[in-house]
């Protein structure tokens, strides 16, 4: 490889500095800035970077992120948000940061330019609460910002006191050895004036190129795009597409049960972590698992793939004796109480399960009880005796999760039985200092008891090949790699897969008869105990690795036991099961300036949004618009009700109304006559494009990030409809009035896509979409397929039904009244599950 970098060019402090940081070898050549080392570029591009292929890259930051990861060091989603976030919005504000103190001599206003960028940055940081930007390790991202601001930053003019964890940050970056050997190289010891002949060729910048955003905490289709650059074949391709038509092909909507993985298809098995039945599930419970789930599995049907979905309530275990006892019911009567209440509000959601279950049934005795011989058969089982806390106050062993203490790795006063939620460490129970139970507040006492153990160690060899092979092939999520890695660098211990307790499936070993299964050994068995009560044909699915696929959705928290425990009981097992392909795996979603807790009732919970008045579609939008993908998000009422107002009903809902309101009042209902022009098949091209990007975003389950590329194609129709204001042209004469029928064909064909894209997200809206435009079933399993087809859906003379507005303005004072009647701090008879 060759990297070609120019002096006084600060894009080449960046590549320089990750050169030294990542370790790779390359030759370093020093270039005029007028020279074209790309020889298919019209002008300069430098940094550029020659790979062995005969390629070039020569975008700074992909030529960084590529020498990470050629190092081995894979660049998170959060990574590539603030990669994204650098070269979109910091990079317009430096340009006129360094053009005012390199050019102009005004050095004293450069803390006022990057004001807006530095702010935000400091609020990153101290959410963050982790020495770098992505984790407790340096990133790609730090050390292309890093290089970034090191010229304005090094600069002791610009104070930097009032932005504390900026200054943490930046110094501990700027006392690199990797950040001032670039630094020397590139300014050579000149510090801003190193860079001014390079300032002196470049453009001068625009003043509205500095913008105030904050893309790193803000959801992801704020801020418009710069247009791209369409060419003659892109217009060309996409009026041919245009043109085709609609294709026959299965409805994506009308399932024949029992699914049963077929030959010749993509036959995906997906899960979604079990919700705990002793309490009512939370936003944040539902973005990160179910919710989730449900728009990829409706996006795949779509897609013609073959889709199980199924879920169920986890009902055994510890919280559930103590809930019942709270209610004065049975254990099975609190979990038939919640499951019906799971339920309900999982179908007010419109989470489309195709087989809602539980763990409280007889497959699962049967099925878990197998597992567990086959594991002590093949001798992946053994004996030890533990010491564990009980509650003599209680009279009984206390489950890790009803002990609360202080961690004995990080001094966290509430850290659980089993695992600290601060610094993530698993732990036993009784390492806690200074443990409390949970009900009576009492301090337990230790006690001995013998238990059975999973071979975990016994088992690492089997595992690690298993990981290696579907990590690499499948889509797992960047914090699901990273949880499984440190389990797996920390050395697997032995893991208990018994309880003192009465409320689950019993141990069927003789010498263990007063026992009965550790939750984390039985639940992930839900999943298979679920399918067999679906189809009696269950194994089909898994016990059949080389046909299927299998997806499993779930918050960060639940990582380790998907990917490692189960996994290894699986495999102990011997028996042919099918293990996960691709782990998906959320960060956590607070609430406003807090976090969600089931034991303190801050929040707001599933059974309270369908009170709210607001539609179950806006709660979904929102929910996914905000999805915790790559980093910690909140939800806001103040911020749901401007996506609302913005977003769907002045961008989306609107473009769609108009779109179908001129074909009622200007052409009679009917979908009028379309001739084409450049213009029109340019914005075929931008959407075609967009939707390009939707599928291969949603195929990699970045459903977050796809949402963007609906609102997108929106804007792109509603700034098409202003610039050609058809309600204008149909009052002229024969051309103008074509023109206007085109305009209008166009828009209401795309607003026919949109309907489609919308579909996983929004499936009612997408409904009555499909309802007002009268739009053809077929329409449905036309678009999604290949890598995006926008055809042409409702052609000339197609009538479309009656229009009417798809989305309410929420008022500031109907949002003041929903913060003031929730507030965040209802009380709830819940306990953490």
Not at 376 to 390: I, K, P, S
Not at 603 to 619: E, L, N, Q, R, Y
Not at 626 to 646: H, I, L
Not at 787 to 799: A, I, K, N, P, S
């Amino acid at each position: 490889m060759k990297l070609f970098v120019s002096e006084g060019n600060p894009h080449c402090l960046k590549v320089l500095a990750a050169l030294q940081v990542s370790g790779v070898q390359c030759d370093v050549q020093y270039v005029n800035h007028d020279e074209r080392v790309v020889p298919f570029l019209s002008r300069p591009a430098l940094p550029a970077l020659l790979l062995p292929s005969g390629l070039h890259l020569f975008s700074s930051n992909a030529i960084c992120r590529y020498l990470f990861e050629v190092s081995g060091q894979d660049c998170s989603e959060l990574c590539g948000q603030w990669l994204e976030w650098e070269a979109t919005d910091l990079q317009p504000v430096l340009l006129q940061a360094l053009h005012t103190a390199v050019l102009q001599g005004k050095g004293s206003e450069v803390s006022q330019v990057l004001k807006g960028s530095l702010n935000h940055l400091e609020q990153s940081l101290s959410k963050g609460n982790t020495p770098y930007l992505t984790g407790d390790a340096v990133s790609v991202a730090d050390v292309v910002l890093w290089a970034a601001l090191y010229p304005v930053l090094s600069d002791s003019s610009l104070a930097l006191d009032e932005r504390k964890c900026v200054k943490t940050w930046f110094d501990r970056g700027a006392a690199t050895q990797s950040l001032q050997s670039a630094a020397q190289k590139v300014l050579q010891g000149k510090g801003l004036q190193g860079m001014k002949n390079y300032m002196q060729r470049q453009p001068a910048p625009q003043s509205s190129q500095c913008r105030d955003t904050q893309p790193c905490n803000s959801s992801p289709a704020e801020g418009e795009e710069s247009e791209r650059l369409v060419s003659e074949e892109e217009m060309a391709a996409a009026a041919l597409t245009w043109s085709t038509g609609l294709s026959d092909g299965p409805s994506a909507t009308n399932r024949q049960h029992p699914i049963l993985p077929k030959e010749g298809k993509r036959n995906l098995l997906v899960t979604s972590a079990l919700p705990y039945v002793n309490n009512v599930p939370h936003l944040g419970n539902i973005i990160g698992c179910v919710l989730s789930t449900d728009v990829f599995c409706r996006y795949g049907r779509l897609r013609d793939w073959n889709v199980l979905f199924v879920c169920g309530t986890d009902e055994y275990g510890t919280a559930t004796e103590n809930k019942a006892r709270e209610e004065g019911l049975t254990p099975q009567e609190i979990c038939d109480k919640y499951h019906a209440i799971h339920a309900s509000i999982y179908k007010w959601f419109q989470i489309d399960f195709d087989y809602f279950g539980r763990t409280t049934t007889v497959k699962q005795k049967e099925i878990a009880q197998n597992i567990f011989w086959r594991l002590h058969e093949h001798g992946f089982l053994v004996e030890d005796t533990v010491e564990q806390l009980r509650c003599e106050n209680c009279q009984r062993f206390l489950a890790d999760r009803f002990v609360e203490g202080i961690c004995p790795r990080c001094n966290y006063p509430e850290a659980r039985g089993d695992q600290c939620d601060k610094c993530g460490h698993l732990i036993n129970a009784v390492e806690l200092r200074e443990p409390q139970c949970k009900v009576c507040r009492q301090t337990p006492v230790i006690r001995s008891s013998k238990h059975l153990f999973l071979d975990l160690p016994k088992l690492e060899s089997q595992l690690e090949l298993w990981l290696n092979k579907s990590t690499s092939t499948g889509d797992w999520t960047a914090n699901a790699k990273q949880i499984t890695r440190s389990w797996l660098r920390d050395g697997l211990k032995p893991r208990c897969i018994t309880r003192d307790l009465q409320w689950g499936i019993p141990v069927p070993h003789p010498d263990f008869k007063e026992k009965v299964f550790y939750v984390w050994f039985d639940a992930p068995i839900g999943y298979l105990s679920i399918t067999a009560n679906y189809t009696d044909k269950w194994e089909k699915w898994w016990k059949n690795p080389d046909q299927v696929e299998l997806y499993n959705f779930m918050a960060k928290d639940n990582v380790p036991f998907h990917s490692v425990v189960f996994p290894c009981s699986l495999l102990g097992a011997q028996d042919n099961y099918t293990l996960v392909s691709h782990l998906v795996a959320t960060e956590y979603l607070n609430y406003e300036d807090t976090k969600f807790s089931k034991s303190r009732g801050v929040g707001v919970f599933g059974d309270m949004a369908k009170d709210t008045g607001i539609p179950s579609d806006v709660w979904r939008f929102y929910l996914l618009y905000v999805r915790p993908e790559g980093q910690d998000s909140a939800f806001s009422w103040t911020d749901m009700a401007t996506k609302n107002n913005s977003e769907l009903l002045n961008n989306l809902g609107n473009f769609i109304n108009r779109a179908g309101m001129f074909v009622t009042k200007f052409f009679d209902g009917c979908v009028p006559a379309m001739d084409l022009q450049q213009e029109d098949k340019k914005l075929l091209a931008l959407v075609g494009w967009e939707l390009q990007r939707y599928i291969q975003l949603m195929d990699k389950v970045k459903i977050r990030d796809a949402l963007k590329h609906i609102l997108n194609i929106s804007r792109h129709g509603n700034q098409y409809i202003q610039v050609n204001e058809p309600w204008k042209k149909i009052k002229g004469g024969d051309t103008e009035r074509q023109r206007a029928g085109t305009v209008t064909g166009v828009s209401v064909n795309i607003a026919c896509l949109l309907s489609v894209m919308l579909f996983p997200y929004m499936p009612t809206v997408s409904q009555t979409i499909r309802d007002q435009l009268n739009a053809p079933e077929s329409c449905m399993s036309t678009m999604l397929q290949g890598t995006g087809t926008f055809v042409c859906t409702l052609c000339t003379g197609h009538r479309i039904g009656a229009v009417s507005p798809l989305f309410q303005k929420l008022e500031v004072d109907q949002i003041e009244a929903l913060k003031k009647r929730f507030g965040g701090q209802q009380v709830l008879d819940v306990y953490d599950a």
